[in-house]
């Protein structure tokens, strides 16, 4: 799959820099400790490299599909889906890391989230 195709690659508030970024962060075990951000004074400043991102996308959508589905639409809709949720997900102060803790004492809402939100997003696009 050719990933220049992604408008924006490198620009840290494009599709694929949200989603990678969210799964970076869950692929190094930090999830329920991180909140990640997409406003201006509080963004992320340094895109993932696009080797990252294509490893990452292989990880989380391509793992697990059946063969008719590795197509370059499925997976711009996928990425396009998930990034508008976790957009919206980091922008939300309910659903900070630091007020998630406050309200319960379950551990691990803030990954679960993510986690179906990521089901959703790949049922959505295939």
Known sequence: ?????????????????????????HSRGAFDDTNIHFIENEAIKEPLPAKRCRELLEH???????DNVFSYRFLEIFVNVLA???????????FQVEQLCVMTQETNIHLSLFEILVSCSKEFAT
């Open 1 to 25: 799959m050719e990933f220049g195709k992604f408008h924006g690659i490198s620009s840290f508030n494009s599709p694929i820099q949200i989603v990678s970024h969210y799964m970076d962060v």
């Open 60 to 66: 989380y959508f391509f793992s697990d599909q059946l």
């Open 84 to 94: 508008d949720q976790l957009v919206q997900l980091s922008t939300s102060s309910f």
